[in-house]
Structure formats: structure tokens, C-alpha cells
């Protein structure tokens, strides 16, 4: 599953930019579904057909974080804007990749020592600039115009058990997802795989996804914090490794109870590891299906993750694959 994962992690597409990432997906998991469309936000939604007459829905975000061209100066510097929650202190001394190509890396402005301590105690995109190697302002225009969008580029590495890469948060719920359907033969319920467009803006796939499918039950694969790094979070208590995660709650959603206790009854049913999760912060497309149509359970999966939103997330490999397990015994117990 490691190469899949590779290739999914390698492709950059921001929210609102996703057709590169959707045509991979799209390649890979039509072999195995009964019926595949693409909404008109662009979420990418499958189905595989059960016996039960319930449905049941697993969610995956493809878009990623990034930034947008916002100006280009007089001398070929670009200006930027993020899309979604992208820190300008993890651009710092990271490179781009844009959508027509072009690379850049990230610099701040000041001119002395004491600027630049005065600028990095409250960093925001006013004092970013990126380098694309442009000449002058026609070349960089020529290059990257203004409303040209990018994402950070960085390579994937395998650390054996744990795996690091941009985009983790959330093409690594993209594999699981894709490898549940390669395993799965017959699911109790029909099984619908929605692949979200544009979560990291704000849900916007996800709230929309579910209205002509009306699921009896939702669950979102999305990242959460890796907790157990140096005097990290004291009031979380989950870890790499320790298993895919059941949410309790995190800042957009209270899973429903149903959810809950579905996924840890088949957990335990079938031996996989879980761990339960209260997030303090933060929030997954689950907030998005509760509130859709006359409203759905929905809750999720995680998979613990470090360094989130940064250039290098990392994750375990067990967990990953433990989430496999418990998703796809999960379509074949049914949502009961
Ligand atoms: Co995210
Ligand atoms: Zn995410």
C-alpha cells in the first residue's frame, strides 16, 4: 500500500483544484465499483452495492492546503494568499510548486537581524514574498499569474514503520479508502466512497456530497493531532501507532453515539486496535453530513498524525493499516 501512497501524497491539489488528484483516484478505484460520478462541486462519488438496502458512507478529502498568487511586484516577486489553514511559519524556508509548473521558495521580508525578530513574533502573509526565479515582473507573470494556485513540495519518505509527506491531511484517508474498495467483496450495505472536494476551506465538498444520497450513516477518514510528541498536548492521550482513532468530539462535531459504539463493536469483534479521540481544536467533514438533508449520523475515523499542515506530516503505517481493517469490517457487518 506504501507505492499508493506515494503517488497520492506526490500530487499537488489545493481546494478548488482538485482535477489532478480526482483523474488518479478516479484511475484507480474503477475496476472495482458498481457506479461512479463526479458532483458538480467535483466531489468524486462511488458506489459499491450491497444486499441490506442501508446505506452507509465513507468520506476522504482530496484537496490539500496551499496558496494562491495574490500579486506579482515590479522585480518578479510573487505576494500569496493560503488556502485553508497554512501557517506562514511553516512556508519559511519551504519550496512551492504551482499549477502552471513554476517552483518558488519562501522568504520574509526585513533587511536587518532586528527586523526580522520583529517581524517573526507575529508572522503573517503581509511580509511573506516567494522567489520563482523570475527576471523581472513579465517573466514571473509569464510564469505564475496572480490567481495562480500552489502547494508546498516535498518529497515522501518511508521511515519503515512511519511514513512522512505532505499532504497526509488527508490523501492518506484517499488510500485507505481506495484499498478498502480493492478488498472488498461483498458489503452488507451499499457502500459509498465520496472523495471531498475543498475540506480544508470549510467543509464545502463534504456538506453537499451527501443530499441526493441520503446515507443511514456517515463516517469522515480524516488526520488528527499526533499528541505524544515533547511536551505536546497534557489533555490528549492518543498516540502514533496506537491504532486508528474513533472521535468523540472534536471543535466542528460530536460524533453521534451510534457511530461511536458501531465502530468500537466491530473493532472488538474483529480484534483491531482503536483508540478513542477528544480533539481540542479542529474539525473533518463529518460536521458536514450531520447537517445535511434532514440530517445524518455521522462520525470518523483518524489517523494520528504529526507535524499536521506542516510540509513533512507523519503517520504510522499500523494505524494506516488498521484503519483499512476496521473500514472495510465495518461494510461488512453493516451499519446495523
Ligand atoms: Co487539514
Ligand atoms: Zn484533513
Keep these: 500500500m506504501k507505492s499508493l ?27 472495482y465499483v458498481d457506479e461512479m460520478k463526479i458532483d458538480p462541486l467535483g466531489n468524486l462519488v462511488a458506489l459499491k452495492k450491497g444486499k441490506s438496502g442501508r446505506k452507509l458512507l465513507f468520506d476522504g478529502h482530496m484537496d490539500e492546503i496551499g ?6 511586484d515590479s522585480k518578479g516577486f510573487l505576494r500569496v494568499d493560503s488556502i485553508g489553514g497554512l501557517s506562514p511559519y511553516m512556508l ?3 519550496r512551492l510548486v504551482f499549477d502552471t509548473g513554476a517552483s518558488g521558495v519562501v522568504d520574509v521580508e526585513g533587511e536587518t537581524i532586528k527586523d526580522l525578530k520583529e517581524t517573526m513574533k507575529s508572522l503573517d502573509y503581509d511580509h511573506i514574498f ?12 509569464k510564469k505564475a499569474p496572480v490567481g495562480t494556485f500552489g502547494t508546498y513540495d516535498s518529497t ?18 484517499c488510500a485507505i479508502m481506495i484499498q478498502v474498495l480493492k478488498e472488498l467483496e461483498k458489503p452488507e450495505d451499499d457502500v459509498y466512497f465520496v472523495f471531498a472536494v475543498q475540506e480544508e476551506v470549510g467543509i464545502v465538498g463534504a456538506s453537499v456530497a451527501a443530499f441526493d444520497i441520503m446515507p443511514d450513516m456517515a463516517v469522515a477518514i480524516d488526520v488528527t493531532a499526533g499528541p505524544d510528541t515533547p511536551k505536546s498536548f497534557k489533555r490528549m492521550g492518543f ?28 473493532a472488538e469483534k474483529r480484534d483491531i486496535p482503536t483508540q478513542y479521540e477528544v480533539l481540542i481544536f479542529g474539525g473533518t467533514d463529518a460536521s458536514g453530513y450531520q447537517m445535511t ?13 504529526r507535524y499536521v ?4 506530516e507523519m503517520v504510522d503505517y499500523d494505524d494506516v493499516l488498521n484503519a483499512v481493517r476496521l473500514l472495510k469490517a465495518l461494510a461488512e457487518e453493516g451499519v446495523e
Excluded at 496558496?67 to 506579482?72: I, M, Y
Excluded at 516567494?130 to 507573470?141: N, R, Y
Aim: aromatic share 0%; net charge positive.
Design 5 to 31: 501512497i506515494e503517488k497520492l501524497v506526490t500530487i499537488s491539489s489545493p481546494s478548488g483544484r482538485e482535477h489532478a488528484i480526482r483523474e488518479v483516484i478516479a484511475g484507480e478505484i474503477k475496476p
Design 156 to 173: 515522501f519518505v518511508d521511515l519503515g514503520k512511519r511514513l512522512v509527506s505532505k499532504s497526509m491531511d488527508d490523501r492518506i484517508a
Design 92 to 94: 519559511l524556508g519551504s
Design 239 to 266: 498516540n502514533l501507532g496506537g491504532g486508528p482513532t474513533i472521535k468523540i468530539k472534536d471543535r466542528g462535531s460530536i460524533s453521534s453515539s451510534r457511530v461511536v459504539s458501531r465502530l468500537k463493536e466491530v
Design 67 to 72: 496558496v494562491v498568487v495574490t500579486h506579482v
Design 293 to 305: 438533508g434532514r440530517g445524518i449520523a455521522s462520525g470518523t475515523v483518524s489517523i494520528p498524525c
Design 309 to 312: 499542515h506542516s510540509p513533512h
Design 130 to 141: 516567494v522567489d520563482i526565479g523570475a527576471t523581472d515582473k513579465e517573466d514571473a507573470e
